[in-house]
């Protein structure tokens, strides 16, 4: 495994370590997504949603999950958090053809009181974080990035460890020996945070990602 931080917990959920197809790169790991049934965000969710940008990108963003926009078009990052995270992109110097974009968690887990009545975004479980984490792991062996940039907490407790807490740690390049070597880790705030600040807050929130992400292209080699 990539980083085998995060503790295993036993659950009702199979895993979906069964449905990754061993040493595959990132193109077969999103044919065979699909298929999972790791965990029982599958039948609800309108499909998963894997991943997008570079293939072998130098820079890996990992969020939490799928949101509404995501599972109906199935692309991490198009919807609202997703467009303030290109434009913090931009605004970091990060060159949007070295980045590769995923979630820890691949079904979007909503609440939703009738057909037809509006998805409400719904935190993953430790649960669904091991069943899924197959996949993430097997993905950035894939990718092999020189930073990993975990945006808010799901991402950063599946893989620094579920004591890891952003709100002390944020902005600070770790590193950890994985099995491609050691590699750097830069925690952050997911961007849908700085949407839900304050509006007499929000420009300070989404200067401070910016320069978390700063932190992270300063951490690139060479």
Not at 15 to 36: D, F, S
Not at 61 to 67: M, N, R, S, T
Not at 78 to 102: C, F, K, M, N, W
Not at 181 to 201: C, I, M, N, Q
């Amino acid at each position: 495994m990539l980083v085998g931080l995060a503790s295993a917990v036993v659950s009702e959920h199979p895993g979906a370590g069964q449905w990754v197809p061993e040493g595959a790169g990132v193109e077969a790991l999103r044919r065979a997504a699909p298929e999972c049934r790791g965990c029982e965000l599958w039948e609800p969710a309108t499909q998963v949603v894997f991943s997008a940008g570079a293939d072998d990108g130098r820079l890996a963003f990992v969020g939490e999950q799928p949101g509404d926009s995501e599972d109906r078009q199935g692309v991490p990052f198009v919807g609202p958090a997703g467009r303030l995270l290109l434009a913090a992109v931009e605004d970091a110097g990060i060159d949007r053809s070295q980045v590769y974009v995923t979630n820890a968690v691949k079904h979007f887990r909503f609440t939703q009181e009738a057909p037809g009545k509006r998805r409400i975004h719904q935190t993953p479980d430790l649960a669904h974080m091991t069943a899924c984490k197959p996949w993430l792991v097997a993905e950035l062996v894939a990718v092999d990035p020189d930073v990993i940039v975990c945006l808010g907490a799901t991402a950063a407790k599946t893989l620094l460890g579920q004591d890891f807490r952003v709100t002390r740690q944020r902005g600070v390049v770790i590193e950890r020996e994985t099995s491609r070597g050691p590699k750097k880790f830069v925690a952050t705030v997911h961007p849908s945070a700085v949407l839900r600040t304050p509006d007499d807050e929000r420009d300070a929130a989404y200067a401070a990602l910016v320069d978390d992400l700063r932190v992270a292209a300063g951490a690139l080699p060479g």
